[in-house]
T-cell receptor
């Protein structure tokens, strides 16, 4: 969706290195999400944040960390503790004040390959 | 983990035919959303269902929410090559509606 920027589109790293994926939005949405998608599979929730300076673990948070210092930004760090980091990572935002009952807007994703 | 089952996982359809994909939950849902992801792309929101028994249509797509609000279906009539992609349902899980979990998706291919 326009207004959500994930960079870079492709990222390559060596095993054992931490890597940070960027997600920036100008939609003025309070809630932001990180999902992971593996080939042929659905989306699995890593972390989400409802407001600045607050975030919660999703279903597969182990080996990942996030921060939410600004409303516009929700970077995801894939640490060396993540056993299988190679995947397609999707950032999403959601309109404010809807209690979760509104559509997610997704960025174009970052495809991370770790060798 | 995921609390919604989506079937079938794959659907191979002859162009012009109809098909249906289903999402089933063991718990009552406050709402359900449907998304479409084209090959190589990102998920795009299609629709949200909130009311028991709700039916919504978007051209050849018909979305239905079950009376018990535990299941939903997406029916596509007269399938076209533009319908290719993966269709996901997403539901609020846990105690917080902000936590949205996705089904595994139905990947649709079309034979011309």
């Amino acid at each position: 969706d326009g207004g959500i920027t994930q960079s870079p589109k492709y990222l390559f790293r060596k095993e054992g290195q931490n890597v940070t994926l960027s997600c920036e939005q100008n939609l003025n949405h309070d809630a932001m999400y990180w999902y992971r998608q593996d080939p042929g599979q659905g989306l699995r929730l890593i972390y989400y944040s409802q407001i600045v300076n607050d975030f919660q673990k999703g279903d597969i948070a182990e080996g990942y960390s996030v921060s939410r210092e600004k409303k516009e930004s929700f970077p995801l760090t894939v640490t060396s503790a993540q056993k299988n980091p190679t995947a397609f990572y999707l950032c999403a935002t959601q309109m404010s004040g809807t209690g979760g009952n509104s559509p997610l807007h997704f960025g174009n994703g970052t495809r991370l390959t770790v060798t | 983990g995921q609390q919604v089952m989506q079937i079938p996982q794959y659907q191979h359809v002859q162009e012009g035919e109809d098909f249906t994909t289903y999402c089933n939950s063991s718990t009552t849902l406050s709402n359900i959303q449907w998304y479409k992801q084209r090959p190589g792309g990102h998920p795009v929101f299609l629709i949200q269902l909130v009311k028991s028994g709700e039916v919504k249509k978007q051209k050849r797509l018909t979305f239905q929410f079950g009376e018990a609000k535990k299941n939903s279906s997406l029916h596509i009539t007269a399938t076209q090559t533009t319908d290719v992609g993966t269709y996901f349902c997403a539901v609020p899980t846990g105690s917080n509606d902000y936590k949205l979990s996705f089904g595994a998706g139905t990947t649709v291919t079309v034979r011309a």
